[in-house]
């Protein structure tokens, strides 16, 4: 029951440039709370990757970036490697009167070809 | 090294009950809030529950609301969820994160998760 709805997958070839959408609505990311991402490997736990809309934690490389507008949210992987190919979650805060107080997005699958 | 171990997973029959536990290291376990969130065989990431430092507050989702139940003994460095009622749709891998900052008093704290633990798989089944 993901609130926050992204691409099943997208894929890239080494070098390029791909991107991950995160919508939402005006209860979460429209409300003004912020996206956060997480990547996750295969076999692992997933380990966050963009916090407050736009920020890496340290060891995170710039060739991760996020963006907010809206009741939506994007990812972007420029000069895609093979390590990249993960899924990747969108997470935000929901302030509805029901529900999850965290919601996560339904994942995307990078591919890389 | 901030560590989190999950144990107690395992194999319970529908309507069954499981304590997970979560026992953290390398930071001072205390003074952070931490979370359960789980994931669904080949599915996506679902925010389970949350206490606060402190416990003052205990948070779920609507999906095991009066089921499942969450405590921390601070002087265990230990994290509990202690689940009842389960039922099929609550098979998955359950994971602790902590915040990824201390939060300030008297402000609501980061809304998001910082580190995790590696899981442990919960399957309910007959």
């Known amino acids: 029951q993901s609130v926050l709805t992204q691409p099943p997958s997208v894929s890239g070839a080494p070098g390029q440039r791909v991107t991950i959408s995160c919508t939402g609505s005006?209860?979460?990311?429209?409300?003004?709370?912020?996206v956060h991402w997480y990547q996750q490997l295969p076999g692992t736990s997933p380990k966050l990757l963009i916090y407050?809309?736009?920020n890496r934690p340290s060891g995170v490389p710039d060739r991760f970036s996020g963006s907010k507008s809206g009741t939506s949210a994007s990812l972007a992987i420029t000069g895609l490697q093979a390590e990249d190919e993960a899924d990747y979650y969108c997470?935000?805060?929901?302030?509805?009167?029901?529900?999850?107080?965290?919601?996560f997005g339904t994942g995307t699958k990078v591919i890389v070809l | 090294e901030v560590q989190l171990v999950e144990s107690g997973g395992g194999l319970v029959k529908p309507g069954g009950s499981l304590r997970l536990s979560c026992a953290g290291s390398g930071f001072t376990f205390s003074d952070y809030s931490m979370h359960w969130v789980r994931q669904a065989p080949g599915k996506g990431l679902e925010w389970v529950s949350s206490i606060t430092s402190s416990s003052d507050f205990r948070y779920f989702a609507d999906s095991v609301q009066g089921r499942f139940t969450i405590s921390r003994d601070d002087a265990k460095n230990s994290l509990y969820l202690q689940m009842n009622s389960l039922r099929a749709e609550d098979t998955a891998v359950y994971y602790c994160?902590?915040?990824?900052?201390?939060?300030?008093?008297?402000?609501?704290?980061?809304?998001?998760?910082?580190?995790w633990g590696q899981g442990t798989l919960v399957t309910v089944s007959s």
């Open positions: 407050l809309n736009n």
């Open positions: 005006t209860s979460n990311i429209g409300a003004g709370h912020d």
């Open positions: 997470q935000s805060y929901d302030s509805s009167l029901s529900g999850s107080m965290y919601v």
């Open positions: 994160a902590r915040d990824p900052y201390i939060a300030v008093a008297g402000t609501s704290g980061p809304k998001w998760f910082g580190p």
